[in-house]
């Protein structure tokens, strides 16, 4: 029995695969795996998705592409940001594939593969208007030019990544699908073949059916997501994660009770108050104090007072039966009822995809 636990439904994991496949069609599909699957736990995420013939899965850094390896797991493996020269030992010895940015970085990696004997294989990232990662599209002519000369390293692909492709104006990812264009050109000319292209992620895979190459990159859409506003395709997605816990205990208190931390809220009228054993540690952030709601027996019920390190206190004055031990539900659905990750996102001033992120170590991961 766990105090605090994350309910992961593989059903609707496999279902929104399912629903991008659908949209892409044949183009290849990588399953962005990055902060343990976005806290739907990279291991398992990864097992079931080798299951459904993933083509590819990205993460963020070598400890998290070694996790995979080391449980069994045998897809092609990208970083798919960028490595700091440390990492390059464990990413040449476990075959594990990396975004090249530098000419520099390029040298490195072809001296550290070529000391353990093995190719690496390595993609292209071209900025293209992110400005965060990648090289500028004029400088990928000197730079595809020289790699030919290493020998320890193998161009499988190109990419980019784009930074908002959910305004309202389309025009800023179009130039960045010309920008892209351009460098798969230089590439192509310089006797590059079969590259793998690559530029989406979820939202593009969403919007911008032009922009599909042959692979997207998706993380969010496979838990059921996609960011910002309502885009009138959450429909075919379904959410996969929920969040519950547990009334560890439970008190009547008269008018006028502070509740918690630095006595931030003072009960209006007797109420009866809810200890649930779940808090900033595990990823329910202070921002949440005396604004988010929880569900009770399908009753939402507010958070009043202060979320501190281990515990949140809850006002269940509305549920007359409630009792030390019945389920919360903090995101998730419960009867009628339904807190969205991106409720909690706004209540807690962060967006979903760092609400995923943070859960915590502790939060037991269940799946069904
Ligand atoms: C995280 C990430 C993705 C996946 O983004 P989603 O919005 O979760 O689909 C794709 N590409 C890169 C480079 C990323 O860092």
């Not at 499988?156 to 892209?180: A, D, K, M, W």
């Not at 997207?216 to 395709?233: E, K, M, N």
Request: charged share 25%.
């Amino acid at each position: 029995m766990h105090r605090v636990w994350a309910e992961i439904d593989t059903a609707a994991v496999r279902h929104n695969l399912a629903a991008i496949r659908q949209r892409v069609g044949d183009t290849r599909v990588m399953a962005v795996l990055k902060a343990n699957a976005y806290g739907h736990g990279a291991v398992e995420m990864a097992k079931l998705l080798a299951e459904e013939s993933i083509d590819a899965i990205g993460v963020g850094d070598s400890g998290e592409a070694l996790e995979l390896r080391d449980a069994g797991i045998s897809t092609p493996i990208l970083i798919v940001g960028g490595i700091i020269p440390g990492e390059m030992p464990r990413v040449v010895a476990n075959d594990i594939e990396v975004n090249l940015h530098t000419s520099q970085m390029a040298e490195d990696l072809n001296a550290e593969a070529e000391k353990q004997q093995r190719r690496v294989r390595v993609h292209l990232k071209v900025d293209t208007g992110m400005g965060r990662l990648g090289m500028q599209p004029f400088e990928a002519v000197p730079f595809l030019h020289n790699l030919r000369r290493l020998r320890n390293l193998e161009l499988v692909g190109l990419c980019t990544h784009f930074s908002l492709p959910y305004e309202r104006n389309p025009s800023f990812t179009t130039r960045q699908i010309e920008h892209f264009n351009l460098a798969v050109e230089v590439a192509e000319r310089l006797g590059y073949r079969d590259l793998t292209l690559h530029c989406s992620s979820s939202l593009a895979v969403f919007g911008r059916d032009d922009a599909y190459f042959n692979m997207v990159r998706t993380g969010i859409a496979l838990w059921g997501l996609l960011p910002g506003d309502r885009h009138g395709f959450e429909d075919q997605l379904k959410p996969a994660l929920e969040l519950k816990s547990r009334i560890l205990f439970l008190k009547d208190v008269p008018e006028g009770t502070p509740i918690g931390y630095s006595r931030t809220y003072y009960t209006p009228a007797p109420a009866c108050i809810a200890t649930l054993p779940v808090g900033y540690n595990d990823g329910y952030r202070t921002t949440l104090s005396n604004r988010a709601e929880v569900l009770l027996h399908g009753v939402r019920c507010p958070v009043v007072g202060r979320v501190s390190m281990d515990y949140t206190t809850v006002d269940v004055s509305m549920v007359p039966d409630a009792a030390v031990g019945d389920e919360i539900t903090l995101i998730g659905k419960d009867g009628d009822e339904r807190i969205t990750l991106s409720e909690i996102a706004g209540w807690g001033e962060a967006i979903p995809y760092e609400i995923l992120c943070g859960l915590g170590r502790r939060v037991a991961r269940v799946y069904s």
